[in-house]
């Protein structure tokens, strides 16, 4: 498994950014698939992003295409989510995971908050 440790949440006006970091540790960082995921009060869990091990492909969720880009250093082992334009219904939780190459996501971070104000 990889350790991850989530920082770079907070309180945010409408329209303003943050950048989510996701330092990761234990099993290969280069060699897994990095996803961000976040929960909002009462629903369920929605993945957000993704990336692959390269950087070459990733994955957004319809609702933050645009506006939020997922990126990896693998020299650093970190993954990144920078969200712009942030709206209230972005406020959550934010969790990053990492998956195997061809396996399921099998480590969690704690989480960071997302809040944004209206």
């Known amino acids: 498994q990889v350790q991850l440790v989530e920082s770079g949440g907070g309180l945010v006006q409408t329209g303003g950014s943050l950048r989510l970091s996701c330092a990761a540790s234990?099993?290969?960082?280069?060699?897994?698939?990095m996803g961000w995921f976040r929960q909002a009060p009462g629903k369920e869990r929605e993945t957000v992003a993704a990336?692959?091990?390269?950087?070459?492909?990733?994955y957004y969720a319809d609702s933050v295409k645009g506006r939020f880009t997922i990126s990896r250093d693998n020299t650093k082992n970190t993954v990144y989510l920078q969200m712009n334009r942030l709206k209230p219904e972005d406020t959550a939780v934010y969790y990053c995971?990492?998956?195997?190459?061809?396996?399921?996501?099998?480590?969690w971070g704690q989480g960071t908050q997302v809040t944004v104000s209206s």
């Open positions: 995971a990492a998956a195997p190459l061809g396996g399921s996501y099998d480590s």
């Open positions: 234990g099993r290969i960082f280069s060699s897994s698939v």
């Open positions: 990336v692959s091990w390269s950087g070459g492909s990733t």
